[in-house]
């Protein structure tokens, strides 16, 4: 009996492809947790603000334009000062509340008072700076002088 | 007895949220990049004083942080005079330095580091919190 030709196993790719392999995803999510949790940790969201305090040098041309101002024939009236307290700000005699501040601004303006010249005692705070500079600079003074007291050192 | 030709029943796939859940993180994360504004830890205690009118801006830097006891801190490192002035001086000369201070800080100490900082000519600015504006930290 003649031996009939040997079957050999014959695979055919399956042209539908095999079975359907899903992304793992969890990986990434973890990642992108991880990055969710550093950056809401690690970032502010407060509502900053800037308060300019000067020491910009002038340039050349503004400094013509600041000395040509400062002529007598310039300004009417000498600076103004006021000395800055807790709570509060000393003017000539008067003790103002910063609720009153813009008022005293406007009839300084009126007065024609361009100069502003700000001390502050030993009882101001930075808040307290800030307040009176933020009131003034809105007025439209842009003219002020900060003048801090004698350094104790 | 013959069998049935009716297919199968097909499995139903359970719905996939893994994807949607990235997305939304995704834009979560995009939202702090954008948004938000990454702080030292030392600068986020900081009570800043408060104001009403400037407009709003994003946490600058360079950033000096002014302890109560007098000592500076910039961009997170302890620095003297000499340490502040030396890391400033690559930096365009327009740049302006932002100050961060306490609202219960002495303003002389505020004073005697724009009084210190002020023959550099370099802008000066003050870091504070516009109030009437819920803070997210």
């Known amino acids: 009996m003649a031996a009939g030709p040997s079957s ?7 042209p539908r492809g095999g079975p359907k392999r899903s992304f793992a995803l969890t990986p990434l999510a973890d990642v992108m947790f991880q990055l ?6 690690s970032t502010s ?15 050349p041309a503004e400094q013509a334009a600041a000395d040509q101002d400062a ?7 000498g600076p103004a000062i006021w000395t800055i307290g807790e709570g509060n700000v000393r003017i000539g005699r008067d003790v103002v509340l910063h609720d009153m501040l813009p008022l005293r601004v406007a009839q300084l303006q009126a007065a024609g008072a ?40 | 007895m013959q069998g049935s030709r009716l297919s199968p029943p097909r499995r139903r796939t359970p719905p996939e949220f893994g994807l949607a859940q990235v997305n939304i993180v ?7 990049l954008v948004v938000g504004t990454i702080v030292e830890t030392d600068e986020m205690v900081v009570q800043l ?23 500076w801190v910039l961009d997170g490192d302890e620095v003297g005079v000499p340490g502040l002035l030396a890391a400033l001086e690559p930096l365009e000369p327009d740049t302006a330095l932002n100050i961060l201070a306490g609202r219960d800080l002495p303003a002389d100490l505020l004073l005697e580091t724009v009084d210190l900082l002020a023959p550099s000519g370099r802008p000066l600015r003050l870091v504070t919190l516009k109030s009437g504006v819920e803070v997210v930290e």
Do not use: K
């Not at chain 1, 969710?36 to 940790?41: A, G, K």
């Not at chain 1, 005692?121 to 600079?137: F, G, I, K, M, S």
């Not at chain 2, 801006?57 to 000592?71: A, H, K, T, Y």
């Open chain 1, 8 to 14: 050999v196993p014959v695979s055919i790719p399956d």
């Open chain 1, 36 to 41: 969710l949790i550093f950056f809401m940790l």
């Open chain 1, 45 to 59: 969201l407060a509502p900053y603000a800037l308060l300019p305090l000067g020491g910009a040098r002038a340039t």
């Open chain 1, 71 to 77: 002529s007598p024939s310039a300004s009417e009236t």
């Open chain 1, 114 to 153: 361009e100069d502003l010249i700000l001390f502050t005692d030993a009882r101001a705070t930075t808040q307290d700076v800030v307040t009176v500079l933020e009131v003034v600079r809105a007025a439209g003074l842009t003219r002020i002088r900060l003048i801090g007291r004698p350094s104790r050192g």
């Open chain 2, 26 to 32: 995704l834009l979560l994360v995009l939202f702090f």
């Open chain 2, 49 to 71: 004083p408060e104001t009403q009118e400037l407009p709003l801006d994003r946490l600058p830097r360079p950033l000096l942080l002014l302890r109560d006891d007098g000592s």
